[in-house]
């Protein structure tokens, strides 16, 4: 049985499917490449202090160059100019399917997944 905690933010995540749709569609327009966005911080894990604000985490197959990794990273680029979807602001980074960093391991094991690339053979 669910707790009270996972059916709210289960509801929180459903009111805002649509925005989800649209931070989904952008990123893998400029990161074509992308195998899962997972979505993290206070919004995910409480006390959501500031609804607008969000973090997300790009991972790419360990065989993305970690130049192409760096590039898509630096604020210039244009993951780091997609900043806005309405009125809510957005962090993106990008990080290797492989990177087993502390800040890594614990975005997949806090954070929501709001897209995965479909396995391979898996039905459409």
């Not at 893998?28 to 006390?47: D, E, M, Q, W, Y």
């Amino acid at each position: 049985m669910a707790s009270t905690d996972e059916i709210n933010q289960k509801r929180f995540f459903e009111s805002r499917r649509s925005f989800f749709s649209d931070v989904t569609k952008e990123i893998l327009r400029i990161v074509p490449k992308a195998v899962s966005i997972h979505c993290f911080g206070l919004n995910v894990t409480g006390p959501r202090i500031c609804p607008t604000d969000w973090d997300f985490m790009v991972s790419v197959p360990a065989s993305v160059p970690a130049t192409d990794v760096d590039y898509l990273n630096r604020l210039t680029s244009p993951l780091g100019e997609f900043r806005h979807v309405g009125s809510n602001r957005l962090e993106v980074q990008v990080i290797s399917e492989n990177d087993q960093s502390p800040c890594a391991n614990l975005v997949r094991r806090e954070g929501v997944v709001i897209w995965r690339k479909p396995s391979e053979g898996a039905a459409a």
